[in-house]
């Protein structure tokens, strides 16, 4: 799909809102990449996300596993262990975050001294 048409679907298109909207939160970046090195279980997840209460990763888990982006697996063992991964979406959507990461990090510096230039003059 190229630019245009990219850009036509994302001002008509109140799916693709929903989808940035998910993706855009304060948590559920952090989590794609902690579950993009490994599958992880629940408490390592939130040893690696630093502020996520247990309710907000419990929801956050439940809403990317809901879009199919995280896969859930229980083993039945006892106690159960409960294992979350990144799903073949999901790894699509860690790839996507690495270049946003790699472009934020390479203009972070323009960035940064655009809005000192702005503020000054402000």
Known sequence: MNMTNVLSELSNCSGVSEVLGRIGDKWTVQIVVVLSRQPERFNSIKRQVPGI???????????????GLVDR????????QVEYSLTKTGVSLAEAVRH??????????????SRARYDDAR
Do not use: C, N
Request: proline share 5%; hydrophobic share 40%.
């Open 73 to 80: 697996s229980v083993r039945h063992t006892t106690p159960p």
């Open 100 to 113: 946003l990461a790699a472009w934020a990090i390479e203009h972070r510096e323009f960035i940064r001294d």
């Open 53 to 67: 209460s247990q309710q907000m990763l419990t929801r956050t888990l439940k809403a990317l596993e809901r879009d």
